[in-house]
């Protein structure tokens, strides 16, 4: 019965016709999902630009629908439309089935996870300077899943790491600093101890260094990267890293400049993206209607930037940067008391002001 109705919806998402508008698919996610992408589409809305939504359900939410996390017709929909704006998904905890969010990556090759970390003025951190861009290589390292247990007791997890692919993220790091202006890009790695495989990684992105003469190219060991973020976060500014390192150093990176709640990202490859905030399901405060909209705002923002639409991305991050700044509806998160709907609806009347 579940198939059944997972097909037929998989049949309506292959026809469904588009009207002008460009089709893009919605996932709402699981936790606070909801709350923040409901807050997201208020402003997409509010800048005028059309797009067809394609609703899909993904994870929890689809496991307790269709019996799968990952249903055919979110496959589908994400075929036809290449682009997707997405909120968090649950991942249990050492059981459970495989991170849906490794598993989209992969199976549509979004190499390239991209997430803008700068202050916002009328946000009090220790930094005020803080403006990083991490580039995270998205498809294998330890997430390629390879593990097993060889005996009672004993376990391996398979770190993978392609020269293919460490080029391919070193480059894709050095268009984006020479596309946006970048003045260096540091190389975080541990090849002190993974000689091959972090020293793979650093072998390509050296080489790849080479042909970005106006970019400077920096590398450093991954813990002592950590405490310089911690102490001189300003020293930095694109970071390039695997796929572990990448995961742990973007929520680092969220702490310096306010917390998860701020943190948009992208996941690019070369035939489409799925854009979403860095923070996760957010269980402690989900459908509490306090989970801070801005970190999912800002990733719409760079899906607009992306379909070709800069001036309405650049309205919705004018509008989110002044909301901050005069700092009176502001989630909890932030030292405020407002809720989501009051921050969303702030940023949405800023808009209409800028
Ligand atoms: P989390 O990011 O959900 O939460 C960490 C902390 O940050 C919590 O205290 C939470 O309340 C706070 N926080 C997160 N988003 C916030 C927001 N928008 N506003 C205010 N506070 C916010 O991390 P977690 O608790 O480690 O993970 C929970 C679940 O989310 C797990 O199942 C994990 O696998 C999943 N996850 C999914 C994604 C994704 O889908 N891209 C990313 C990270 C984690």
Known sequence: MKRKEQSKASRKTAGTKTSGKRAVTLIPGDGVGREVVSAALAVIEATGVGIEWDR??????????????????????????????????????AEGWRSINVHLRRTFDLYANVRPTMNFAGVHTPFNNVDLIVVRENTEDLY??????????VVESIKVITA?????????????????????????????????????????????SNNYKEIRYQEQIVDAACMRLVTQPESFDVLLLENLY???????????????????????????AIFEAVHGTAPDIAGKGVANPIAMILSSAMMLDYLGHRAAGDRIRGATASVLRVG???????????????????????????
Do not use: W
């Open 56 to 93: 899909q359900v993904a994870g929890m939410n689809a496991f307790r629908r269709f019996g799968t996390p990952v249903p055919d017709a979110l496959i589908e929909s994400l075929k036809r439309t290449r682009v997707a704006l997405k909120g968090p998904l649950e991942t249990r905890v």
């Open 144 to 153: 390629a899943g390879i593990e097993h247990e060889i005996a009672p007791g």
């Open 164 to 208: 293919r692919a460490s080029r391919r993220i070193a480059k894709f790091a050095f268009e984006y600093a020479r596309a946006h202006r970048r003045k260096s890009v540091t190389a975080i790695h541990k090849a002190n101890i993974m000689k091959l495989s972090d020293g793979l990684f650093l072998k390509c992105a050296r080489a790849v």
């Open 246 to 272: 990448g995961d742990i150093v973007s929520d680092l990176c969220a702490g310096l400049v306010g917390g998860l709640g701020l943190v948009p990202g992208a996941n690019y490859g070369d035939k489409g």
């Open 328 to 354: 009176k509806v502001l989630t909890r998160d932030v030292g405020g008391k407002a809720s989501t709907g009051e921050v969303t609806a702030a940023i949405v009347r800023a808009m209409s002001r800028g």
